[in-house]
């Protein structure tokens, strides 16, 4: 056999492989999209694999669905599309921000500072609650004021111990999703109901909910666009100032229209990470900021889940980030890429 030939036989190979992992990778979609069409007889009676073949497919469960008989989902699907875009693009604005501060200049931590900011927060906070006798919410935001204060001030004078640089900033950044997600929900359940008994409102409102998803997702969007602007050729930006050009002008005149691909990118990580979220959502909202995740969890009775009815809503979450990836996808493939330069 010549190597013209076996060339052309390891073409064929690769392409039924890439085959074989196509089918395998839609397959969960289309069972999804058949499942929808299906009657409750045509889910408990069988595996059935291909409509008006092997079942008479029904509009059923869409039906209830758009209709509300299964839950508000107009209501929902707005709640989900307005708090996921918000929450994206102010995650992914300020973490932008931080970001190219962690690229382009350095700073420097002192490691006692942050010892002194954990000590006067938690210990301020016992003090206003069990000694002052202020309530939880009051004891916090005094504790924090002073706390942030006093840790500035102290990172000004020379103080001993080890200096944390911008390598470890970014660490202890992406160090906050190692967190279970539980842990930081039920905190923020608790600070958010201090916080209505203030007169502030955060629970089931879309500011409270919106803050939630900003803090979720700027680690992640801080790691990927450090890597995004590291990767730009700083000359350009060096130019600019030898024209004594203001640094925020840099940034939003040459920086984000030059790393606009991986900004797409990390906007599309973030708003997949926000419109799927599911225990934020169930913690921080009743009725009527809920989202998604939630009316699809919610597609059950009393004689158990329903799967026509979750296939149904979860094609509805599922379509708007198809079509979305698929209109920037472009961009979204330049973006990672420039990322992987790095």
Not at 39 to 50: D, E, K, N, W
Not at 87 to 113: C, D, H, N, Q
Request: charged letters at 10%; a positive charge; hydrophobic letters at 55%.
């Amino acid at each position: 056999m010549s190597m013209r030939d076996l060339k052309g036989s390891g073409r064929w190979w690769a392409l039924a492989g890439c085959l074989l992992w196509l089918a395998f990778t839609f397959f969960p979609l289309y069972w999804v999209a058949i499942t929808s069409f299906k009657s409750p007889l045509g889910v408990v009676g069988g595996p059935t694999y291909i409509p008006f073949v092997d079942f008479d497919p029904t509009l059923t469960a869409w039906s209830e669905l758009l209709s509300g008989a299964r839950g508000q989902f107009y209501n929902t699907f707005i709640a989900s599309t307005i708090i996921g875009l918000s929450a994206s693009v102010l995650a992914t604005f300020i973490g932008s921000m931080a970001a190219y501060a962690l690229v382009r200049f350095t700073f420097e931590v002192k490691l006692l500072s942050g010892i002194i900011f954990v000590v006067v927060a938690f210990g301020g906070y016992l003090l206003g609650r069990h000694v002052l006798g202020y309530g939880q919410a009051i004891s916090l935001i005094y504790a924090f004021v002073a706390a942030l204060a006093l840790a500035i001030g102290s990172s000004r004078m020379k103080l001993p111990g080890p200096v944390l640089g911008n390598d470890d900033i970014v660490f202890w950044f992406v160090s906050q999703r190692m967190f279970p997600p539980i842990v930081a929900a039920f905190a923020l359940f608790l600070m958010y109901t201090e916080m209505g008994k203030l007169g502030f409102k955060l629970v089931d409102t879309y500011t409270g909910l919106t803050f939630a998803y900003v803090a979720f997702s700027l680690p992640i969007v801080i790691w990927l666009m450090r890597d995004f602007f590291a990767a730009l050729p700083v000359e350009v930006e060096e130019a600019a100032m030898v024209d004594n050009v203001p640094t925020w002008r840099i940034f939003f005149g040459i920086v984000l229209p030059m790393s606009k691909p991986g900004l797409i990118a990390t906007f599309m990580i973030t708003l997949a990470f926000v419109w799927n979220e599911f225990l934020f959502a169930l913690f921080l909202t009743s009725s009527k900021w809920q989202t998604l995740p939630i009316l699809v969890a919610g597609q059950n009775s009393q004689r158990g889940d329903e799967w026509w009815s979750i296939s149904a809503a979860a094609l509805v979450a599922i379509i708007p980030m198809v079509v979305m990836a698929g209109i920037l996808s472009r961009l979204m493939r330049s973006g990672l890429l420039l990322g992987a330069i790095k």
